[in-house]
């Protein structure tokens, strides 16, 4: 029977971060916020019984601060001790939010099958399934908060040091490190082309807080991204990945979303819009529809309006952003719009423009020309797109139309010459 080996990769957990950049919040919606992090751990804890997977990985970043509070090594050393008992090991390394040096062992205890990795050199270990060896590990951490330049992280891991220094053979060898890869190069970086060549079969990854996954088919260097975003710039699904290994086979790596609260930045289109409190409407069908794609109990959400729409001037009175604003929140339980920006734009009188003859004329008989010729449109952008090497979209040709109305919509938007309705 072909070997397999399950586990959880997680990292970026940083317990103990403020939640930032929001507004304004109601006191209620800032208490669950403050809980979403330790929250969202608790659920990385529950994950990994639920699914009975072989260990979990943590690369780096544990605590947001390099002195953590009691109460965050309780509930850390909480969580592993659950695992523990359920004779789930934990291997972690260190970040630079949470070096080598300030982790604090005088706080609390791990479990005795937690491994830290060490961060002034490599370290390696391995874990046993049924009395054979499973998976061979090599990982690193951040030993101060700055990296030491120069150096690679990942030096020295690779399959065959974690072999040696666990005196045996396994199926499996996983690299832990906290690296900015070739993503940010003030912290740690190191070459994923280096990293595929070192005979491991996967990389968990910390650092980088968007989930990343270098080949969707058979995913061999992964940063999990962090478990909870803490504001607006960590917009949509964030957790954990579900890794599977197995002889024979493709890597598998299945995100699964940990985030109670989930950011979002979302457009509300009020074209089609008669009165504000059809923008109200419009915005709950958008809240939704980003809900049920997010799969999280609550969204904190920052809203702009958008689109031509008479109601423009209507929504530019004073006070009415903050009661539309009020409006959507008091309809939700699940969204907080903490918020709401007017981006609409006045509805073009191309009539009137035409008749004034000026230049707004012109740009709307030079736009309709290019309209009416669709292959001459179309050759354009096809020599603009090889031009700058990119991939043509699908189905441009049954977009044209549209995609010009835009286009001499916000060339006028541009001249700023318009008339509102
Ligand atoms: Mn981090």
Redesign the pocket.
């Known amino acids: 029977m072909s070997k397999r080996v399950t586990f959880l990769h997680a990292a970026?957990l940083?317990l103990g971060a403020p939640m930032r950049g929001l507004r304004a919040l109601s006191p209620q919606w800032a208490d669950e916020v403050a809980q979403a992090i330790p929250a969202a751990f608790d659920r990385l804890v529950e994950t990994a019984l639920e699914r009975s997977v072989d260990f979990l990985v943590l690369a780096g970043?544990i605590f947001d601060q390099a002195r953590p509070s009691y109460a965050n090594y309780l509930r850390f050393a909480h969580g592993l001790a659950r695992l523990d008992e359920a004779g789930i090991p934990t291997y972690l390394c260190t970040?630079n939010?949470d070096p080598y040096t300030s982790w604090r062992t005088d706080l609390v205890d791990l479990p005795s099958s937690t491994y830290l990795f060490p961060a002034d050199k490599p370290g390696f270990t391995c874990f046993e399934k049924a009395g054979e060896p499973l998976v061979v590990f090599g990982g690193r951490g951040f030993y101060n908060q700055v990296f030491e330049s120069g150096a690679n992280i990942a030096e020295g891991i690779d399959r065959s040091a974690a072999e040696s220094a666990c005196g045996r053979k396994a199926p499996f060898a996983v690299g832990v490190i906290h690296t900015g890869l070739n993503l940010d190069p003030n912290k740690a970086p190191t070459d994923p082309k280096a990293l595929l060549d070192t005979g491991m079969d996967y990389w968990a990854l910390?650092?980088i807080?968007q989930p990343l996954v270098d080949d969707e088919e058979d995913p061999h260097i992964v940063f999990s991204g962090?478990i909870q975003g803490r504001d607006v710039n960590e917009a949509g699904a964030r957790g954990c990945f579900l890794v599977t290994l197995e002889e024979g086979k493709a890597n598998r790596a299945e995100f699964l979303p940990l985030a109670s609260i989930v950011w979002q930045t979302l457009d509300v289109d009020t074209s089609a819009c008669n009165t504000v409190d059809d923008t109200a409407a419009e915005a709950s069908k958008v809240l939704y529809r980003a809900n049920g794609s997010a799969k999280c109990d609550r969204m904190v959400v920052r809203l702009r309006l958008v689109g031509q729409t008479p109601l423009h001037s209507v929504l530019q009175e004073p006070g009415m952003m903050s009661d539309l604003r009020e409006q959507i929140n008091a309809a939700h339980r699940s969204f907080f719009c903490d918020s709401l920006r007017d981006a609409t734009r006045a509805p073009w009188d191309k009539e009137a423009l035409r008749a004034e003859g000026l230049f707004p004329s012109v740009l709307l008989e030079t736009a309709e020309r290019m309209k009416a010729n669709e292959t001459e449109s179309l050759g354009y952008i096809q020599d603009e797109f090889m031009r700058l090497d990119l991939k043509l979209p699908r189905a441009l040709g049954e977009r044209m139309e549209g995609l010009q109305d835009q286009a001499s919509d916000m060339a006028l938007d541009v001249l700023r010459c318009g008339v509102d309705v």
């Open positions: 970026d940083h970043d970040g939010h910390g650092h807080h962090c």
